[in-house]
Structures are given as structure tokens and as C-alpha cells.
């Protein structure tokens, strides 16, 4: 077949637009709509969701999906419409429901997911208008969120139900919303009160607003039904042939080029592994590779039918065939409905799953087990091959031909005698590849339990799937029972080898999960065995039914109470209530601009940096001769060209002369795109000299190599004290660092004024003055040139305190005199036998105290906080619930734990608490604040707006706040400490209440006079309307030299009450309930506290059990995105989420006796650490194991596993 020469016009709607041109193939993000977020790039996040809508010809049928559209290749977009958050709604338009409802349940804090949230949602609604909370939920699987812990999200989603909007309370019989109901006294206040927002105040859904499927293409889809298209790029042709015959064809001339379908795979391929296609065929237009069609004897389902359509299909299927004939399909269904997110579900095929045959893949080992059947075509005729353990490791033999494409896949009905059960355990239950999978099948003899036929298939075991086929041959005509088991689980270790230096590591807890999931199936055999002949075959004993079964997620519902406002306060003043983030509506509309979303202007370039690929090492040569000729590369920078100071003695800004980790920034390639930048940083050839690297903290205190000045702190006559202890109790914990992982990357902006050395640094950072600083320093200019500016930053954490600074350096010293923009990603059993919560509660501070350093706290509120969490999480009588669940269930087990916090706010120098605000009233009376305090999604700018709001007396509506800034607030302290609002807050009072004395006699001579009325008489009187606030900061003076002085201004206090239900078989968990009492005083804004506390909590809940850091032995980091290092998602959050602001609270220092809580809830995660502690406890008594145990964290699915000590991991010591 012969292509046109001639490229095809590639045609797409975006947002109901028409998009007609020629793009360059490479074009990564195809609809550059600032809205669609660029978080990892590799599907992984999905901050990039948009939604494609196809028009189906043959079934007139308009299907929409949603998709990531960082591996979407631009060309598969031909005739479909895009539609991206833009679309969906906007502040100019109309706002959509699902942004409207988002906004104002609270569910964003720095916004960034949440296009990506929006566009999961409105996906769903536009498939199914009145979803159910299981498909809510799935259809959120494939969207991280760092900043609210999802309750919010969750709760927002909930009003598209079918289903109640209630909160449904479980046990309870209470409705949040009700809130007559909930709305009680405190003791000696105000009314507590339920709930964070008002349904009531909801727009209704109306599907006739919605963007109809353009005529236009549907007209398109019928006429090129019978035409080959292609696109041809620089690089890259893509042919999108509409039969079989042309497909074959093409295969034929192209053997080497992928048929592109979700290019979940490919795309991987090609942007982690840099590998390149010059063709690729497109096949989703060919009816042949859709068909769906139930034979006789099953399923024939065709290869490019996507992974969400097989998973429907089958679900249609299931209930109307008999149970006997579906027992493939429900172990495929099970597979199905935890693999990967909805996004990749949609995009990925079944041929490409099953081609791409990744290790880890969770469909292959069912698929083979069940015998599936692969259809296969080529121009020389068809065949089939079976979808076996041959073809998985890819034998030639057993494998596709180059010439060869799968058509349709058959998937077999079970027999009645069949049994097949499919098994994954994941770092995270939902969108995470899994550690090891398996499909097990087992058919026997009729009516008997002797073994006729027997197959089982690990993945993940090594680089492809493994089938323990010798074992399962050893095992026919055995008998099902457990002398049978134990000889299984011995071959099956003997056959499925892996090296202790496996890739991957966890070398023992796979093997461990690889009889631990046969144990599963030979139970859920004898299980279903007795359901079938229960006459023959005795049921389960209890102790063995609670091995069954894996943990689902169940719907989380929430709870928050605080205290309500005075009801004497005015009702214009939002101070104390629930009011929006200020950015709300623009963080769902996708409007909101953070710093990579700045328009870009003519002559700007781009940068991309060169790291160090070793761990410390001398820099021999730099090599950048071949990045230069690389079309569009402008220049190479490195240290030689910084002309003042190249960052600090601790962090250079650019490596001179040596490295001391990998990936740090060597050189910067500058070029006119961002893709020229990159290709150029692959042509850059560093020669290094190696030099013995200090990896671990335990190599560190070898080579006596410490950060700074030892600070110690001691209280008593330790030596004494160790002496005259009853018992001494001695071990080692360790607990690992943990990655910010905002979900904006490091972005930078720098545009050069064009005099006077003026440069302005638009920067995703923390602590602005630093970058300006450090530019002014490492340009050799005055600060007074350098103006940074941040509108507002995409999640933080922390992470974006001192980083920025050096990237800002970077790219200011790279080019001057040009307009420059880089994106960067960086990435922390008693002996006494009393139980737990009485030891904490004996050890806790108590009324009036001192701190280890001698700072007196008066912990009355603590012992509040403790008391409230155990009253209201009913400590007591769950925790006898507990044990009794323990008594009945030997292989789940649950545990409880409480714990009390105190954390220390801001820090231990007075000036790190000043702060600054500028306020300026214009003459319609309108009011522009601005303050040094940076949002990062801690609502700073929506407090501070409130403040202004309170103390001018005038709406919210008047006040403004438009960005941080150099110039309008110079030195401004570093976002962070949980202080920020606090002290910006005292400024922008202090600033506020100078104005207010100023307007006082104009008031008091008018007062009947409107706000305008006295701003007008105050110009037309030369009164200044614009004034800085200050705040000095706390005092602090810790001395550490004597141990002694007061460290910090304040102190939050709180507890939380978690339980969690372990799976002693894989190491699952699931977070069951938690309580948190928090000590807030008086909230100014109960909406963003609580987010705070509960986002925080399910970053602690990540930190402490899931969140895991890895390095290769060069010291190269392992886990780098969403790939390797798992988050907290949906499913992570404990099914009943209820948190508490301590009522009659009060913090006299702080503005309005309020407390900074940003941080505080972090440290709460560990509730669900000491929880699964408890549990597990719990398994080695019942197992025997009395002595002492040492729990590192995070309390991985691993180390949860392998601390519950049982036949299996015994085996795995020995075999
Ligand atoms: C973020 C992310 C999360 C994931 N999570 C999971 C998970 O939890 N569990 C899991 O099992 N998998 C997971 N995957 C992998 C996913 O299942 C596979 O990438 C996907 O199924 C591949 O399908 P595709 O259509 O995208 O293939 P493509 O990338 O389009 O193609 C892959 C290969 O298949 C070939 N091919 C495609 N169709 C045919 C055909 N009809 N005939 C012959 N060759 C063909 C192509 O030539 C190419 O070589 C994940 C992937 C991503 C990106
Ligand atoms: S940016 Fe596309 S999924 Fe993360
Ligand atoms: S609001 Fe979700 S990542 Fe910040």
C-alpha cells in the first residue's frame, strides 16, 4: 500500500473550537490550555485530565473518556473533541456545577490538581449523570492530590449522587447536614457546629449547557471512514489506515513501527527511555480490532478495545451468565478495577496490554491461566496462539511474528469444576503498579477435589511474567488439601527463582507474597469447593475465612466541627466563618495563574539543566560542543559564567570543579523551545573523576560528617537517671525521609527589564526574598534591580524554601539580557505491660510545665485534646471491639492507637517572626492588600482578606489581593513554620487599623456615611489612603549552649484516635477511622484550618506507612515521580474522617487568639503508624512471638508483612 506523500490536515475541536493545522509530532502537550496542569508527565498524576469525545459511525454512538494528556499523542486527537477545564467553565461564562460545588466545599488549597479533579468529574457526569459513590471513587483513582487529604474533593462529588447527600454517619444515625440536629452548645460558648458548606446554595446540574459533539466531525468520521490518513511530522509519519487489509499492509511494509492505541506504553518508552519511532500505525479506526462478541464457548474481545471498555463489558456480561462460566471474567473484573487510574483505563487497550507484556501487568497471568486465545493476522494470512507463559516471556516460537498484529483476544467461559482466582498487592491499593500479581487456576476431576489441571502465573517476580508450571505438574492427581498446600508452596518457591539482589529489592517479602497468595487461592478453593458440594466438603474454620478476601475501599465519609462565631458579630464580617479560599473558583475554572502559566512573549527561551549522574566526584572536562550545533541551543552556562556569587558555601548554584550528589545542576542548556533545550542537555559530555561518597546516615557518623554544630539537650542527671531505672529498654528505629512532591514543578521565569540591571523573577517559591537575594548576588547587581514576584505556588511543603533561589540563579545568570523560562523538579510493646494510651497519658505534660529546653507550656488544652479524642473516637469501647475481632479473625487483624501532639510554631529567632503588609484604599473605595506571605495553599491570602476585611469594616468583596512581591513588600520572612498567617496577619491588622484612625474623624463627622462616601471626603482632604503594616515578631531566645529559653512563641496542641485492619497474608492496611481533636483557638477561618489539618494528617499518613525513599547503591535516587514513590490516595484516607476544633480555646499572643496549624496534622499521621503497631502486636501474640519488636517506618505493606511471622515467611528463610 502506497501512503500519500502529502500529510493530512490534522483536525480537532477544543472546547468546541476547531483546531486545524499541521503539528510538529513531537508536540508533547497537545492542548496547551494553561488550565491542564503539567505535573509528572507520566500519567501518573493526572493534574493533566482532559476529556475526548469520539464519534462512533458504524454505532452512531458519542463516546467520551477522560485522558492524561501528557501521553496523549496529538495525532490520535484527529476528529475528536478535546474539551479541557477551560471548556467546562469559566468566570467569564458560567461556572459548572462540579467547579462551582468544588470552590465552595473547600475542596482546593493550592489548586493544582484540581483542573485534573474537575475534569475526572465531569468525565463521569457526562457517561453517567447520576453516578454512584463507587464510580466517584474509581473515576478519582487516577488524580493525586498532596494538599487536602481528598475528604473535601470526596464530599463535593458526593452532591452528583443519586444518592443521599447526606453524611450518613455510620452507627450515628446523624446527618451532618441537618444541622438542627448536629448543632449543640458548647459548654461555655458559642454553638458547635457541623459542616463546612451549604448544599442548599448549589446550582442545579443542567446537561443542556454542555458542549454538544461537534456536527462537523461527525460528518468527518462518516466520510474518512473509507480513507487512510496520515500525518507526517519533522521526525515522525503516523498512518491511520481505516481495514484490516491496509493495517496489514502497512504492518508489512513497517514491521518495526508500534501500532500506537493508548501509547501508555510507547509514549513511556519514548520519554523515559528517549527511544524514537519514525513511523507509527494508528488502528483504532478499524472495526475488526473493536468487536465484541460472545460465542459459545466466551468472550471474543477486540485488541484495541480499552481497558475501561473491557472492564464494563465485562461487568454487563457477569450477571447474565451463570456463576460457573464466569469465574475468568470476575477474576479479570477484580484486576480491572485497581489497575492504574480511570484516565490510563480508558486510554490503555487490550492489545497493547497484552503486547507491551510488562512484568507487573496485572491481566496477563489471569488472561493465561484462563487459556485465553490470541488472534492473530498478517498480510500472509491469519492464526491463533494461545496467551500462555511462552508467549509472555516472549519466546519466538509462542510469540507474535514482526509482520503479525493481535485482531481479537478469546477468553474462555470456566467450567464448573474450574476455580481461578487473581491476586495483586501494590504499594498504594489503587493506581500502583503492582509489586507481585498472579492468576491461579485449578480444575479437578468432577465432583472431586483430585487435581486434573492446574496452572498458576506470578508477575513481578523478575522481568516477565513467570508461570511455576513444573510445580503445577507436579501437583496433578494430588489431592486439595494441605499436605498438598505445603508441597505446592515448597516447589513453588524452588521453580520461581529471585536473585537477593533482584532489581526491585524486597526480595523476601516477594517471595513471601508468592505462597501467601497461594495460601489465599487454596482456601478460596476449599471455600468455594464446599459451596459447590456441601455434602462433601466441610466450610472454612473461622480462623481460615479471614484469610479471604482483599480490602476495598469503601466510600470515606467526613466529619468537621467547630465552634461558631459570636452571634453577635456582624454578619459582614467573615472572621470565624467558613468563608472560600480565595482563589477557589479559579483554582477549579483552571484560571488561576501560577508561574509556568505566565504568557509567553517574544524572543523568550528555555532551559534545561545538566546533572550530575554521580554521587561525589571531581568535574574532569565539560563538554558542550555537540549541544551547540543542536538547532535552536542559544548557549551553554556553567559556573565559569556567573559573574558574582554562585549560590552559597552550602549549595552552589551551578557544580564548580566538584559534585557532591546526584543531580545536582552542572551547566544549563539555553534554546528556543523547551524541546531543543533538552535535546541539547543529551548532548553535554561530562568526564568526572569518582570520590568516595557518604550515602547513609550510618556512613556519615563513620566519617564523623555532620551538618553544622552538635545541639543537644539534656534535662537531669541522665547517667543517674539510667542507673536507677527498674528496666532498661534498648533498639534502634528508623524512620525515612519523605518527598514534598508538589505537584508544580520548580518553575522560573526571568525577564530583564532592558535597563539599569532591572530584572523581574516571577518564581514558584516559599521565600521570595531569598531569590532575590541570591540573583542580586550572583549577577552582581543591588537587590533593589532584582523584582521576584509570586502569585501563588502549586504546593510546597516545604520543598520550595531554599531550591528556588539557586534555580532562579540559574536561569538569571544564563541570559541577562533575554527572557528565560525553566521548569525543574526536585523532589523527609512496653515491657511494663500497661497499655498504651496509659503510658502516654502518664508521660504527657500536664497543666503548667517545662519543655525538654526549659520553656514553660501550660498543656491544659492538651490534656483537653486527649480527653475530647477519647470521649469522641470512643476509644475505649472500640478498643474492646477490637480485641474481640482479633479473637475471631487470625489472619486480619485491627488495631487502635491514640496520640497526643504538641507542636512547636514558628522559630527560634525573633526575627524570623517579622512581617510586613502594605494596604492601599482607592478612591471607589476598593481596597488592595498586600502582605510578604506567599500562598501555597494554606489560604494565607484568604485570611488576610478577612483581617482587612474585619478591620476596615468593610465586605470581603472590596478587598483584593494580587501577588507577593519584592517591591511592594521588601525582605520579607520565608513562608513556613505554620507562622505565616499569624504574623502576616498582625501586619496586615496593624496597616489595616493605621488607615481606620486615620478615616476615624471623617467617620465620626458622616456617620450614617457609606464606606465610599468617607474615602471620597478622605482624598478630597489629602488623607493618605495607603498604609504599611508591621509586626516586630515573638520574642524568642533559646539558647543552646545552656539548653535553656524559650524556643518557640507557641505551641498547637491535639490527639488522634486511628484504627486500621491489617492483611496479615500481604501486608494491606486499611485506615478504618480517625478522630483528631485539634487545639485551633480561635480559627479565623475554620474551612481552611480544618483542610489544613486534614491534608496534613494524610501526608503524615503517607510519611508514616507508605512514602518510601530509595537509592541505588551510587547513591542515585530510585524513586522520582508517581511511578516509583506512592503517595497518599483516595483509597488511603480513613473510611470515617472526623475532625474537631477544640471549643473556648484562646491564644492571647496571636491575632484574633488564633493558632497557625499548617503543619501540625503531619505529625497526627502516626496514629495510624502505632495503629497497625497495634495490630500487629496483636498477630505475634497470637502467633507466640512475646518478645520485643522494632517497627521501622514508614510501616510499608512490606514491613507489615514481614513482621506478621508465619509458616510462609519461616518457608521463605529456608527454600
Ligand atoms: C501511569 C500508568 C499506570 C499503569 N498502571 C498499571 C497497573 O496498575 N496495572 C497494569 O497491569 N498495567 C498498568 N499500566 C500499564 C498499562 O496497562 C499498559 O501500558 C497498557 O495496557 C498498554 O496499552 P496501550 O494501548 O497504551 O499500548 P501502546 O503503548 O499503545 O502499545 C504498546 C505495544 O503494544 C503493541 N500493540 C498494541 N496493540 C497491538 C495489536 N493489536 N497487535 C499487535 N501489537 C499491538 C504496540 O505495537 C506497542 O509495542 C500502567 C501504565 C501507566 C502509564
Ligand atoms: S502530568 Fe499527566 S498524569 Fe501527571
Ligand atoms: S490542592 Fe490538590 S495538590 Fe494542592
Known amino acids: ?106 475542596g482546593s488549597q493550592c489548586g493544582f490538581c484540581t483542573p485534573g479533579m474537575v475534569m475526572s468529574m465531569y468525565a463521569l457526569l457526562r457517561n453517567h449523570p447520576e453516578p454512584s459513590m463507587e464510580q466517584i471513587t474509581a473515576a478519582l483513582d487516577g488524580n493525586l492530590c498532596r494538599c487536602t487529604g481528598y475528604r473535601p474533593i470526596i464530599d463535593t462529588y458526593k452532591s452528583f449522587t443519586g444518592e443521599t447527600a447526606c453524611c450518613q454517619l455510620r452507627g450515628t444515625g446523624q446527618c451532618c447536614l441537618d444541622k438542627e440536629d448536629v448543632c449543640s452548645s458548647s459548654d461555655k460558648g458559642n454553638q458547635m457546629h457541623s459542616g463546612l458548606c451549604n448544599p442548599e446554595e448549589f446550582q442545579p446540574v443542567d446537561p443542556t449547557q454542555e458542549f454538544i459533539f461537534p456536527p462537523e466531525l461527525m460528518r468527518m468520521a462518516q466520510e474518512q471512514q473509507k480513507r487512510t490518513l496520515v500525518f507526517r511530522g519533522e521526525r515522525t509519519t503516523w498512518i491511520s489506515p481505516t481495514n484490516l487489509r491496509e493495517l496489514l499492509e502497512l504492518k508489512a511494509m513497517y514491521p518495526k513501527a508500534p501500532l500506537i492505541v493508548g501509547n501508555t506504553s510507547v509514549g513511556l518508552e519514548m520519554k523515559r527511555d528517549g527511544v524514537h519511532h519514525p513511523v507509527f500505525i494508528h488502528p483504532t479506526r478499524i472495526p475488526d480490532l473493536h468487536v465484541v462478541s460472545n460465542t459459545n464457548n466466551g468472550l471474543v474481545i477486540g485488541a484495541a478495545c480499552s481497558l475501561a471498555q473491557l472492564r464494563d463489558i465485562l461487568m454487563k456480561v457477569v450477571p447474565e451468565l451463570p456463576e460457573e462460566k464466569t469465574k475468568i471474567f470476575r477474576a479479570l473484573l477484580q484486576q480491572l478495577k485497581t489497575l492504574a487510574g480511570e484516565q490510563i483505563r480508558s486510554l490503555a487497550s487490550l492489545g497493547g496490554h497484552i503486547v507491551s507484556r510488562g512484568s507487573t501487568w496485572d491481566l496477563n497471568p489471569v488472561l493465561a491461566v484462563g487459556n485465553s486465545v490470541l488472534s492473530l493476522a498478517s498480510k500472509d494470512g491469519t492464526r491463533q496462539i494461545p496467551l500462555n507463559d511462552q508467549f509472555l516471556a516472549g519466546y519466538e516460537n509462542a510469540d507474535l511474528k514482526p509482520k503479525e498484529i493481535i485482531v481479537s ?70 489431592q486439595w488439601n494441605e499436605q498438598m498446600l505445603d508441597e505446592a508452596c515448597k516447589l513453588v518457591l524452588g521453580e520461581i527463582s529471585l536473585s537477593p539482589s533482584a532489581p526491585g529489592g524486597k526480595v523476601e517479602y516477594r517471595r513471601t507474597l508468592l505462597v501467601s497468595f497461594l495460601f489465599k487461592f487454596y482456601l478460596e478453593v476449599l471455600y468455594g469447593l464446599n459451596k459447590m458440594y456441601p455434602a462433601k466438603f466441610p466450610d472454612l474454620s473461622k480462623k481460615n475465612l479471614s484469610a479471604l478476601g482483599a480490602f476495598h475501599s469503601e466510600v470515606p465519609q467526613g466529619m468537621q466541627t467547630y465552634q461558631d462565631v459570636d452571634p453577635v458579630q456582624p454578619p459582614q464580617d467573615p472572621v470565624g466563618r467558613p468563608i472560600m479560599h480565595q482563589s477557589g473558583v479559579k483554582h477549579a475554572t483552571g484560571e488561576a495563574v501560577y508561574c509556568n502559566d505566565i504568557r509567553a512573549v517574544d524572543e523568550e527561551l528555555f532551559l534545561a539543566v545538566v546533572t550530575s549522574s554521580r554521587a561525589h566526584a571531581k568535574i574532569v572536562t565539560i563538554d558542550v560542543s555537540e549541544a551547540l550545533k543542536v538547532p535552536g541551543v542559544v548557549d551553554v552556562v556553567t559556573a565559569e559564567d556567573v559573574p558574582g556569587k554562585n549560590g552559597t558555601d552550602d549549595e552552589q548554584a551551578y557544580a564548580k570543579d566538584e559534585v557532591i550528589c546526584v543531580g545536582q545542576i552542572v551547566c544549563a542548556v539555553v534554546a528556543e523551545s523547551a524541546v531543543q533545550a533538552k535535546q541539547g542537555v543529551e548532548k553535554v559530555k561530562i568526564e568526572y573523576e569518582d570520590l568516595e561518597p557518604i550515602l547513609t546516615i550510618e556512613d556519615a557518623i563513620k566519617h564523623n560528617s555532620y551538618f553544622g554544630k552538635e545541639k543537644k539537650i539534656e534535662q537531669g542527671n541522665i547517667e543517674e537517671g539510667f542507673k536507677s531505672a527498674d528496666e532498661i529498654i534498648e533498639g534502634e528505629i528508623h524512620i525515612g525521609g519523605q518527598e514534598h512532591f508538589y505537584l508544580e514543578t520548580n518553575s522560573v521565569l526571568v525577564v530583564p527589564r532592558g535597563e539599569d540591571n532591572e530584572m523581574d523573577v516571577h518564581v514558584s517559591t516559599q521565600d521570595a526574598a531569598r531569590v532575590q537575594e541570591f540573583v542580586a548576588l550572583a549577577l552582581d547587581v543591588q537587590s533593589s534591580k532584582i523584582m521576584c514576584h509570586t502569585k501563588r505556588v502549586g504546593g510546597a511543603f516545604g520543598g520550595k524554601i531554599t531550591k528556588p533561589a539557586i534555580f532562579a540563579v540559574v536561569a538569571a545568570v544564563a541570559i541577562p539580557n533575554l527572557r528565560i523560562r525553566g521548569p525543574f523538579r526536585g523532589f523527609v510493646a512496653t515491657q511494663t ?35 475530647e479524642c477519647m470521649e469522641k473516637s470512643e476509644y475505649y469501647s472500640r478498643k474492646t471491639a477490637v480485641e474481640e475481632f482479633n479473637k475471631q479473625n487470625y489472619w486480619k487483624k485491627k488495631g487502635i492507637a491514640i496520640i497526643p501532639m504538641k507542636f512547636s510554631v514558628g522559630f527560634n529567632a525573633t526575627q524570623y517572626h517579622q512581617a510586613a503588609a502594605l494596604v492601599h484604599i482607592y478612591t471607589d473605595g476598593s481596597v488592595l492588600v498586600t502582605h510578604g506571605g506567599i500562598e501555597l495553599g494554606q489560604g494565607i491570602h484568604t485570611k488576610m482578606l478577612q483581617i482587612a476585611s474585619r478591620e476596615l469594616k468593610v465586605p470581603l468583596s472590596y478587598v483584593h489581593f494580587c501577588e507577593t512581591s519584592t517591591i511592594t513588600v521588601p525582605n520579607a520572612i520565608v513562608t513556613a513554620g ?34 465610599e462616601d468617607w474615602i471620597t471626603e478622605a482624598y478630597d482632604q489629602s488623607v493618605s489612603l495607603s498604609a504599611t503594616g508591621y509586626f516586630r515578631g515573638y520574642m524568642v531566645n533559646m539558647n543552646w549552649d545552656t539548653g535553656e529559653g524559650q524556643a518557640f512563641p507557641y505551641f498547637v496542641f491535639g490527639a488522634a484516635c486511628s484504627e486500621v485492619e491489617i492483611d496479615c497474608l500481604t501486608g494491606d492496611h486499611k485506615n478504618i477511622r480517625t478522630d483528631i481533636v485539634m487545639d485551633a483557638c480561635f ?39 508517581p511511578d516509583t514513590y506512592k503517595i497518599p490516595a483516595v483509597c488511603d484516607i480513613p473510611e470515617q474522617f472526623r475532625v474537631y476544633l477544640l471549643p473556648n480555646s484562646r491564644n492571647p499572643i496571636a491575632i484574633y487568639s488564633a493558632k497557625g496549624i499548617g503543619e501540625a496534622g503531619l505529625f497526627l499521621g502516626c496514629s495510624v503508624f502505632f495503629a497497625i503497631w497495634d495490630a500487629v502486636a496483636a498477630v505475634r501474640k497470637e502467633r507466640g512471638l512475646t518478645g520485643t519488636f522494632t517497627l521501622n517506618s514508614p510501616l510499608t505493606i512490606e514491613r507489615i508483612r514481614m513482621a506478621c511471622a508465619d509458616n510462609f515467611t519461616e518457608m521463605v528463610m529456608v527454600f
Open 1 to 106: 500500500m502506497a501512503c500519500s506523500t502529502q500529510s493530512d490536515a490534522l483536525v480537532f475541536f477544543v472546547n468546541g473550537r476547531k483546531n486545524q493545522q499541521l503539528f510538529s509530532l513531537t508536540a508533547a502537550f497537545a492542548v496547551r490550555l494553561s488550565g491542564t496542569k503539567y505535573g509528572c508527565g507520566i500519567g501518573g498524576c493526572g493534574a493533566c485530565t482532559v476529556m475526548i469525545s469520539t464519534y462512533e459511525p458504524t454505532s452512531k454512538k458519542i463516546m467520551h473518556y477522560p485522558a492524561n494528556s501528557c501521553l496523549l499523542p496529538i495525532c490520535s486527537l484527529h476528529s475528536s473533541a478535546v474539551t479541557t477545564v477551560e471548556g467546562v467553565g469559566s468566570t467569564k461564562t458560567r461556572v459548572h456545577p462540579i467547579q462551582e460545588r468544588l470552590a465552595k466545599c473547600h
Open 978 to 1011: 505554620s507562622i505565616g498567617s499569624d504574623v502576616n496577619g498582625k501586619a496586615v491588622q496593624n496597616a489595616c487599623q493605621i488607615l481606620r484612625k486615620r478615616l476615624e474623624p471623617i467617620i465620626n463627622k458622616n456617620p450614617e456615611g457609606k464606606w
Open 833 to 867: 505491660g500497661l497499655p498504651q494510651e496509659k503510658i502516654r497519658e502518664i508521660n504527657m505534660y500536664k497543666e503548667v510545665n517545662l519543655t525538654p529546653f526549659k520553656e514553660e507550656l501550660d498543656a491544659t488544652n492538651l490534656v483537653k485534646c486527649w480527653k
Open 409 to 478: 483476544v478469546f477468553i474462555p467461559y470456566s467450567k464448573k469444576d474450574d476455580f481461578v482466582s487473581a491476586f495483586r498487592q501494590a504499594e498504594r491499593r489503587r493506581n500502583a503498579v503492582s509489586v507481585v500479581n498472579s492468576g491461579m487456576r485449578v480444575l479437578f476431576k468432577p465432583n472431586t477435589d483430585i487435581i486434573m489441571d492446574m496452572n498458576i502465573l506470578y508477575g513481578g517476580t523478575g522481568p516477565i511474567t513467570v508461570s511455576a508450571r513444573k510445580s503445577c505438574q507436579r501437583l496433578i492427581g494430588r
Open 1083 to 1121: 480559627s479565623i477561618n475554620p474551612a481552611v484550618d480544618i483542610g489544613q489539618i486534614e491534608g496534613a494528617f494524610v501526608q503524615g499518613v503517607g510519611l508514616y506507612t507508605m512514602e518510601e525513599i530509595k537509592f541505588s547503591p551510587e547513591g542515585e535516587q530510585y524513586t522520582l515521580g
